[in-house]
T-cell receptor, first 113, second 118 residues
């Protein structure tokens, strides 16, 4: 079993839809939770990070962490064709002397005009 | 401001050869990490260096090695290349080694070096 599970998709939605992307994880020691966006042939770009449980909002993006269920989500409101990319969830234990991110496989999102 | 820069962007090698990939972190960042991303998968952690010292190593064979220079740039070396080493190799940098408090020290990635082993 992988430490972080993520549906690879693809997830196809029309422009303007609300998108929900999710990851589950098995290691209850994870403290930091991140979402990266990766366009084709590019490196991952940080979208959101959250420490411990709770919600965080930034523009059209909302990240949720439910540590009791070991489940994290990213919501995208009013989705745009430019949001078409692969979305990677990532997690870390939060050691102050060392940082290793554990990634999901990524979910490919396609937003059609 | 320049982000994380990696070179070369693409390269093709044959089995058994050796490869060196290079990374320049964001100015002021002292930590460099390397990740391997196989097609269709998420990145996998290979190494982290901070202030020229190895801080962590992922589950990769000894054919993989790295170092960090006094200017904080880094090299990743892979010896005796196998077909399975074909991947996008990502470099990421951060100010400090770990995550703490607000988590503002999260990693910034470069565009990667795409290695094809034939």
């Amino acid at each position: 079993q992988k430490e972080v599970e993520q549906d690879p998709g693809p997830l196809s939605v029309p422009e303007g839809a609300i998108v929900s992307l999710n990851c589950t994880y098995s290691n209850s020691a994870f403290q930091y939770f991140m979402w990266y966006r990766q366009y084709s042939r590019k490196g991952p770009e940080l979208l959101m990070y959250t420490y411990s449980s709770g919600n965080k909002e930034d523009g059209r993006f909302t990240a949720q962490v439910d540590k009791s269920s070991k489940y994290i989500s990213l919501f995208i409101r009013d989705s745009q064709p430019s949001d078409s990319a692969t979305y990677l969830c990532a997690m870390s234990l939060g050691n102050t002397g060392f940082q290793k991110l554990v990634f999901g496989t990524g979910t490919r999102l396609l937003v059609s005009p | 401001d320049a982000g994380v820069t990696q070179s070369p962007t693409h390269l093709i090698k044959t089995r058994g050869q050796q490869v060196t990939l290079r990374c320049s972190p964001i100015s002021g960042h002292k930590s460099v990490s390397w990740y391997q991303q196989v097609l269709g998968q998420g990145p996998q952690f290979i190494f982290q260096y901070y202030e020229k010292e190895e801080r962590g190593r992922g589950n990769f064979p000894d054919r993989f090695s790295a170092r960090q220079f006094p200017n904080y740039s880094s090299e990743l070396n892979v010896n005796a290349l196998l077909l399975g080493d074909s991947a996008l190799y990502l470099c990421a940098s951060s100010f400090f080694a770990g995550l703490a408090g607000s988590g503002a020290n999260v990693l910034t990635f470069g565009a990667g070096s795409r290695l094809t082993v034939l």
